[in-house]
């Protein structure tokens, strides 16, 4: 058979709860020429063997028992990047209801087989998998390695052709645009897809690229001229939940994500966003019963976060249910031993001591989750300690916490919304937590200003202390941390190479590199580092 | 529609699934596993008539390259039907065309079905544009399409015939009705010449 040689070396993951399926996809896959093969029960397996050997395909049934489903593990895989984007993940399902929830939502499989399916059909599918997964490795690569530049070039190369995945590239254009920030571009690659028909994905990245270019409620009408049109387009409801609760409006936020529970059960990152609304707008009911209900039904499962267990914790605390708020943070120390998962439930059980009134064994746990390195820490996780601050009046703290968060995420709309939640959910006035935002941001940029302004009159040695302070302090502010690396090579450049400089400017250079690859002031620190290149090879 | 139908439905599929996979390892035993597949067609269809009745059924169409399409359906019915050859031919058919390929493949998957029972050697599956529709053409070498059958183009679910109960051409019909553009909306079409022809117009 020609495909043996085409499916012999590729490796495969299959999960199935179904003891009679496994063995039969086992036998199938084998008489269809492919060699490598593993083959798990569940999800955790299916993790571990992940976590081990790199696959070129996943076969993945839907249902998988009573836990968690496969479009859930895919949706986990993908938000935590556990596979890369080349990899193959075929849905298998007995539902044609299926593919409408799937069509119309975030994380689509690369091609889904109804059950049951002939192995002439099966090999078939697969081939048009492979050849596309051959003529997309390149880009996908780039996109792994979240090079969007380099994603949009590689398309650029590829459009011209107007072949049978012109659409897909655009797709993949468009998507990688939005990552870069331009949203004028992406909205025009849309409207063009638009122009040969009105797909749904485009006309939601028409309504994200909208957004992003501030026009909140041309992108709210498209969004919900989507959901009349497609009631059943999940991603929408998400989208324009996430838009309203960032323009301030969490009730409507909560309405609309409550519609799409009613339509699909709904995955775990729409159940976090609808807890966390209903904590926020006074509804820590309807955030327990939903947090509840999906920890029971995804007991075990790897799909949990730490974060659903304080979010329930919250929801119990602020109905007064100080006892159970605290058996919610002991059960999940049972499961999440990590560091950073001490962290959060250091905070969650101290809001739940003082809900109780216990303000001594508050404080306790707040000094536990206090005590860490706050640039290990994702920003929620320290928006929510600024939280914990402001429930046992430490004000200073919690602004600490806060201003660290936007200055350490300058680009990041999300993280401002949140810290302008716990400003407001520790009774400041919608103009005091806009203004104290605002004064964050702007404290950061004098910094950055200041620090280049110094650099151009010459005063190197100031430049480098001022920036590399604030770069230390802010490892994740890439316009800060990419000026010190800079205003270090210039230095290095005007006043003769000093390896221990040069050490600390290629550890800002490096640690960029490692977030943004595509970051354009990389390119200006190079060249400067170039003009060194005698004095960095005689080292 | 009732949980517990569906939940019973879905599960005999699954055991279908395990039956066609276990008939496919076998030599010989190409007609008890078409057998198998065509009852958890029917499933499918039943399910999705359900669905269109209570206006359930809503196409979501996206990019769709109609030669890797008809490649991979006939893919399933050469090794269902190993007496016939299954032909493709999309010299004509655009680059990529636009359409739900759910629905449309199970649409065609029915006509194939027919087709494939009803030929003699031949079927031949064709894309092609033609006046900015997209036609999708199942043609076999049979015996044609009854006359009650070619005046009833899918109108009604017929009482059972020899291409059976008129259900999946029914279903086809609705599908195609559903793929809309700007005021223009698909067909289907019956014809015989020289057997039977099956065509879907998408816009």
């Not at chain 1, 707008?281 to 509840?292: D, K």
């Not at chain 2, 291409?163 to 700007?182: D, N, P, Q, S, V």
Request: one cysteine or more; proline letters at 3%.
């Amino acid at each position: 058979m020609a495909n043996i040689s085409k499916f012999t070396d590729k490796w495969v993951l299959v999960i199935d709860d179904m003891e009679g399926m496994r063995s039969q996809l086992r036998m199938s896959l084998t008489n269809s020429g492919f060699a490598k093969l593993h083959i798990v029960a569940n999800i955790r397996e299916a993790l571990e063997r992940m976590a081990s050997n790199r696959y070129d395909v996943i076969l993945c049934d839907y249902s998988l028992g009573d836990s968690t489903d496969g479009q859930q593990f895919l949706e986990h895989l993908r938000t935590n990047d556990l596979i890369s984007r080349n990899t193959i993940f075929v849905m298998i399902t007995a539902e044609q209801a299926y593919e409408k929830v799937v069509a119309a939502s975030e994380c689509a499989p690369d091609d889904y087989l109804l059950k049951p399916f002939t192995a002439g059909q099966f090999n078939a599918r697969l081939e048009k998998l492979l050849e596309r997964q051959e003529y997309f490795a390149g880009i996908d690569k780039a996109a792994d390695a979240k090079d969007w530049t380099r994603v949009i070039a590689e398309c650029d190369k590829a459009l011209p052709a107007r072949n049978k995945y012109f659409i897909e590239l655009c797709k993949t254009k468009a998507a990688a645009l939005m990552h870069s920030n331009r949203p004028q571009e992406a909205a025009d690659l849309y409207r063009e897809v638009l122009a040969l028909r009105p797909i749904g994905w485009a006309r939601l990245g028409l309504a994200r690229a909208l957004a992003m270019q501030g026009k909140k409620d041309e992108a709210q009408q498209l969004s919900q001229e989507i959901l009349a049109d497609s009631p059943q387009f999940m991603a929408a409801y998400d989208f324009l939940g996430g838009l309203l609760s960032s323009s301030g409006d969490k009730k409507a936020a909560l309405d609309v994500l409550q519609k799409a529970r009613a339509v699909s059960p709904g995955t775990m990152n729409r159940i976090r966003e609808l807890s966390t609304l209903a904590v926020s707008t006074g509804q820590p009911e309807l955030a327990e019963s939903v947090m509840r209900q999906t920890l029971q039904k995804h007991k075990f499962s790897p799909v949990r976060q730490v974060q659903d267990y304080a979010i329930l914790s919250k929801a119990l605390a602020n109905q007064g249910k100080a006892d159970e708020a605290l058996n919610v943070v002991a059960d999940a120390r049972k499961d999440f031993r990590d560091e950073h998962s001490q962290v959060i439930l250091a905070v969650t059980e101290s809001v739940a001591h003082r809900a109780a009134g216990n303000d001594e064994q508050a404080e306790a746990a707040l000094a536990k989750a206090m005590a860490g390195d706050i640039n290990q820490l994702p920003a929620e996780t320290v928006t929510a300690i600024a939280d914990a601050c402001f429930a046992l009046g430490k004000e200073d703290e919690a602004n600490k916490f806060l201003r660290h968060a936007i200055q350490n995420n300058p680009e990041d709309a999300s993280i401002r919304n949140k810290v302008h939640d716990v400003l407001i959910a520790a009774g400041k006035e919608t103009t005091e937590a806009d203004a104290m935002i605002e004064d964050s941001t702007q404290e950061i940029i004098r910094i950055n200003n200041e620090g280049v302004r110094k650099a151009e009159a010459g005063q190197f040695d100031e430049a480098v202390e001022l920036l590399c302070e604030a770069a230390d302090r802010l490892p994740n502010n890439l316009q800060i941390v990419g000026n010190a690396a800079l205003v270090i090579a210039l230095s290095l450049v005007k006043k003769g190479n000093d390896p221990q400089m040069l050490a600390r400017c290629l550890r800002y250079r490096d640690a960029i590199v490692k977030k943004t690859p595509d970051y354009p002031k990389i390119a200006q620190i190079d060249s400067q580092l170039r003009l060194l290149q005698p004095a960095r090879s005689g080292q | 529609m009732n949980e517990l139908y569906a939940a019973v439905i879905h599960d005999v599929k699954n055991q279908l699934a395990e039956l066609a996979l276990r008939l496919g390892d076998r030599a010989n035993a190409q007609q008890e596993m078409n057998i198998a597949m065509n009852a958890a067609r029917r499933l499918t269809e039943m399910l999705l008539a359900i669905r269109q009745e209570s206006e359930q059924l809503s196409v979501t169409p996206d990019s769709v390259d109609t030669a890797d399409f008809l490649s991979i359906l006939a893919a399933e019915y050469r090794e269902l039907f190993p007496a016939l050859t299954i032909d493709i031919d999309t010299a004509h058919a655009p680059a990529f065309a636009f359409f739900d390929d759910a629905l449309v493949r199970l649409a065609l998957s029915n006509a194939l079905h027919n087709a494939c029972r009803s030929a003699k050697r031949h079927v031949k599956l064709a894309a092609r544009e033609q006046d900015r529709m997209l036609v999708l053409e199942v043609a076999d070498d049979g015996p044609g399409f009854p006359d009650a059958m070619l005046a009833n183009m899918g109108d009604t679910p017929t009482s059972a015939s020899s291409r059976g109960t008129g259900l999946g051409l029914y279903l086809a019909r609705k599908i195609a009705e559903l793929h809309e553009l700007e005021g223009r909306c698909g067909r289907i079409e019956l014809s015989n010449n020289g057997g039977a022809v099956f065509r879907m117009f998408l816009p």
